[in-house]
Each structure stands twice: as C-alpha cells, then as structure tokens.
C-alpha cells in the first residue's frame, strides 16, 4: 500500500488531532456537568478520564491494527497519531513502554518512564518559575 505524501498525512493527522481536541473538550465540560465545577475543580477527574481511555484505546487500535491489518497508514495517521495524540499523548507514553517491555527492553522501559516523568514536571516547574518571574 502506498505510502501517503507529506500533505496528506499531515492533513490525516491534523484531522485526527482536532477530533481528538475536541473529545478532550467534550470529556471534560461532561465531568464538570456531572459533578460542577467546584467538585471539578478539586481533582483532575477528565485528564485521569482521557489517560485512561486513551491508552484503553490505544491498546485496542494497535492490537486490532496487528491482527486485521493496516487499512493504510492515512487510518493509523488519523486514529493513532491525530485522534488519540489530541485526545491525550498518554495513550502514546503507554504504548511506548509497553513496546520497550514486550521487547524485553524492562530496563529501559523503567528508564523511559522514570526520566519521562520526572523531566517533564521538572520543565512544568520551570516553566512556571520562569513566567512567574517575568515583567
């Protein structure tokens, strides 16, 4: 199967990302319509939601990618890449550790999760401490 050029995966990706946005969006306005804002407010119950979801989806997209075949790369582009990377990139550090694990790669699996983690509140920290001292 052909491989897409440059313009249209990015338009599948593109696409995908901006459905999975607005999923995002939609997830939590549904939290905060459920249980109000101040309730809302006090735990992130929609990122928990898209994390868990995304990785759940992410799971079952690759396995049923694996088993029933590609369907293009235009359809992983927009599903797994676009989609679910707008949805939350969870589902994308998730697939990526398990990939490491199942390669038997646990060290570095471990590695990645750690560094992943730690560096990226580090760089929130940062961020904030930089802007906080701006102007």
Known sequence: MPQPSFLAASLYVALGGGT???LRFLVGRAWTAMIGPIRASEFPFATLTVNVLGSLFMGLLIGWLARFGSHGEGTRLFLATGMLGGF????SFSLDIVT????GQLGLAA???????????????????LMRHVG
């Open 88 to 91: 939350t990139t969870f589902s």
């Open 111 to 129: 590695f990645y999760t750690g560094i992943s983690v730690i560096a990226g509140v580090t760089g929130l920290f940062l961020g904030l401490a």
């Open 100 to 103: 490491l694990a199942e390669r």
């Open 20 to 22: 999975g946005a607005w």
